[in-house]
């Protein structure tokens, strides 16, 4: 992730690329990121995040989708992050014993919202379900038993209250979120993604 990241900064390594591709990395603020990975991306989240920080880049924020704890760095179930993270679940990684590496993840994160999305499925937090029937991709377990149309809405919400978040906070260039949230604006962002009745609590 850092080297892409270094690649998009060094503005003669976009030499190469197509003028559309150019357009968008010229787009990317490097000094606003916000890292979001699923499953053993989530992992890599975690550690990137952590390395790019050292590298000098600022993180805004990070969304881990149905995290796989299993490959993350004991450290990281220790050391204490200050990015304020969204941590997204189906039903089966949060009832899974690895649960517990990822509760550590969270706990020793300062500002976090944990949410479940009931009756989905671990590839749900992927485009894999969208591009089969709903009955292919139950019988396949792709996707679980809620409409593949209100999982993907409530998985978008979700995301999208998060980074309005950041945005209306002003998480900027390595301020910490939480000292800027109060347990009242906690409560209120969580009463707003609860608005959904497929988003759990994981508080």
Request: net charge negative; charged share 20%.
């Amino acid at each position: 992730m850092k080297n892409v990241l270094d690649a998009i900064k060094d503005s003669h390594m976009l030499e190469g690329f197509t003028s559309s591709l150019n357009d968008v990395f010229r787009e990317i603020d490097l000094d606003n990121l916000v890292i979001c990975g699923h499953s053993f991306g989530g992992a890599a989240v975690i550690h990137a995040c952590d390395s790019l920080q050292e590298a000098g880049y600022k993180i805004k924020g990070r969304i881990v989708l149905d995290i796989w704890s299993m490959p993350v760095n004991e450290k990281y179930l220790e050391q204490k992050s200050t990015i304020p993270s969204l941590f997204l679940f189906c039903p089966k990684f949060v009832a899974s014993p690895e649960f517990q590496y990822t509760q550590k993840i969270m706990s020793v994160t300062t500002t976090t919202f944990n949410y479940e999305i009931k009756d989905i499925s671990h590839q749900q937090f992927s485009d894999t379900p969208y591009f089969l029937w709903h009955a292919l991709t139950s019988r396949l377990n792709l996707s679980g038993s809620l409409d593949p149309e209100l999982a993907h809405q409530s998985i978008h919400e979700t995301i999208t209250t998060f980074l309005e978040v950041l945005d209306s906070k002003g998480a900027l260039l390595g301020s910490s979120l939480a000292s800027m949230l109060s347990v009242t604006d906690i409560e209120a962002i969580d009463a707003k993604i609860l608005e959904n009745q497929y988003v759990l609590s994981l508080r």
